[in-house]
């Protein structure tokens, strides 16, 4: 299984950025999807989560992005999005997808590469 992230880049305070993963490989389905971020010298946190409950999706956020930032999902192409807006210079940080899903093998964590998101002016 696989997540390759998009969608980072260089924004100024006050503007948006939509992150996308998509998620590839051989699995069942999802357990959660989420987003995490480090900043430099920082520890990683998570910055919005999304829990699959068979009918419904659950979110939740930390509280430096509630109100600003939304976690959203296409099941079609197993693609999760995070939509940033009103950013501010303290978002500025390595954004990281991270999916836990069902296999053939059991329950596997899956982290993306890594995308770096800029807010400055």
């Known amino acids: 299984v696989q997540l390759v992230e998009s969608g980072g880049g260089l924004v100024q305070p006050g503007g948006s950025l939509r992150l996308s993963c998509v998620a590839s490989?051989?699995?069942?389905?999802?357990?959660?999807m989420n987003w995490y971020r480090q900043a430099s010298g920082k520890q990683r946190e998570v910055v919005a989560a999304l829990t699959s409950d068979y009918s419904d999706d659950r979110t939740s956020y930390a509280e430096s992005v509630k109100g600003r930032f939304t976690i959203s999902r296409d099941k079609a192409k197993n693609t999760v999005y995070l939509q940033m807006n009103s950013m501010k210079p303290d978002d500025t940080a390595v954004y990281y997808c991270?999916?836990?899903?069902?296999?053939?093998?059991?329950?596997?964590?899956?982290w993306g590469q890594g995308t770096l998101v800029t807010v400055s002016s």
């Open positions: 490989g051989s699995f069942f389905s999802f357990y959660s």
């Open positions: 991270n999916c836990e899903v069902a296999t053939m093998l059991g329950y596997l964590e899956v």
